[in-house]
Every structure is written in C-alpha cells, then in structure tokens.
C-alpha cells in the first residue's frame, strides 16, 4: 500500500474546537450582541466539562468579542463602530503589504483564480447571501496572502479580521457590498497590466471604502 500522502491528521484541542464554534457563532450573529453566556449552559450543549469553554471564552474575551463584568455573567460584546474602524486601518494596511509582497511574483493562474472568485463574490451579493459573499470577499484577498507567504501577517490580521466579519454580517443588508466587486475589477486590471503600485493603492482602498460603508451605525445595537 502507496502510504506516501497519507499525513497525521492535526486534532483541535477541545477549547480550540469550542473557540472556533463560538467565534462562528459570533461573527454570524447567530449569538447576538449583548446576549449572555454562561459557560455551564455551554458545556452542557458541547457535552464536555467547564474547562474547555471558559478556556475558549477566555481566549474570545482577549480578542474583543466577548466581554465581562465582575460577578456577572460573560456576554457577546458590543459591535464597537468606533473600534472597527481602527482595525479597518490596520487591516488595510496588512493587505495592501500583502499585495506589495505578492503582486511581482504572482502568475497567470492567481489572476484567473482571482476573476473566478470575483465572480462568485458577485452571485452572492446577488441572492443576498451574506455568509457566502464574506467567504468569497476572504478568498480573493487570500489570493494576495497565499502568493505574499508571510505568516506575520496572517498572524496579524488574525486579531482584527472577526470584528470586521461580524460588522459585515450586521450591516450588509444596507450596503449590500455591489461596490466590493467593481473595486476588485480594478484592482485586476491593474495587476494585469503590471501596475503594481496602483494594484497595492487599490487593495488598501477597497478595505478603507468598506469600513466607511461599515461604520456607519445605522440602527443601535
């Protein structure tokens, strides 16, 4: 038996699996703003002990997504309007070096690969499938952090990105994000034509214009 691409399969710890559900469960307000967590409640719909989960919200309450009141219940933070508009600086900042990184060394196939998800971004704002344009939006840009191939980055942005994927969740049916796909049209034909500056100038512009759109509040929360 040929066992040459067989690899160890990584297994998540238990308070990284609980972390990743209940980041996603954040970010796709299926947890509301403000909403309370307690974490015996948790690990009881986990079916594992306290542990883990306070250990998960520990690490959510570090990155800003969950808040905490001295002898009072853990609860879903806020949307911070105020907060999301600093990590959309620093996020665009990250990308537009990505691009800076990527642009000279990328070929023929991320540019199609580019346009293919440009294009399924497109359809998806179309049906108003907000999960699904947040995955697309992600993948194209991830195009740019792939080819760039630093890790510093990714470990970066790590921090800022669920804040802005939440906001987006909130918000798109205001700002249905149409504009995304003409900005990325741009930023192709100038990779296209080896502009590789404008290239960069445009990344970090399609992120700066959509935490405008973003943080605008539009209703309380």
Avoid at 43 to 61: H, M, N, W
Avoid at 192 to 209: D, F
Wanted: proline share 5%; net charge negative; with cysteine.
């Amino acid at each position: 038996m040929n066992t040459n691409h067989i690899k160890p399969i990584k297994r998540l710890s238990l308070r990284d699996e609980v972390y990743h559900a209940l980041k996603k469960s954040i970010i796709t307000l299926e947890l509301q703003p403000g909403q309370r967590l307690s974490d015996k409640e948790l690990a009881d719909q986990f079916g594992i002990s306290r542990t883990p989960v306070r250990e998960a919200l520990k690490r959510l309450e570090d990155e800003g997504l969950i808040g905490s009141l001295p002898g009072s219940s853990t609860f879903v933070a806020p949307i911070q309007f105020e907060e999301a508009k600093h990590a959309f600086t620093v996020v665009a900042a990250l990308h537009a070096l990505a691009a800076r990184l990527a642009c000279p060394i990328m070929q023929e196939e991320d540019i199609a690969a580019l346009e293919a998800i440009n294009e399924e971004l497109r359809l998806a704002i179309e049906q108003g499938d907000v999960i699904q344009a947040i995955k697309a939006d992600t993948r194209f840009h991830h195009v740019f952090l792939d080819a760039a191939a630093n890790p510093e980055i990714l470990l970066a942005l790590e921090r800022c990105v669920p804040k802005i994927h939440r906001l987006e969740v909130a918000q798109f049916n205001h700002v249905k994000g149409i504009g995304s796909v003409a900005q990325h049209r741009r930023i192709l034909s100038a990779l296209r034509n080896k502009e590789y500056e404008k290239t960069v100038r445009l990344v970090e512009e399609n992120w700066l214009s959509l935490g405008e759109l973003l943080t605008q509040p539009t209703e309380p929360r």
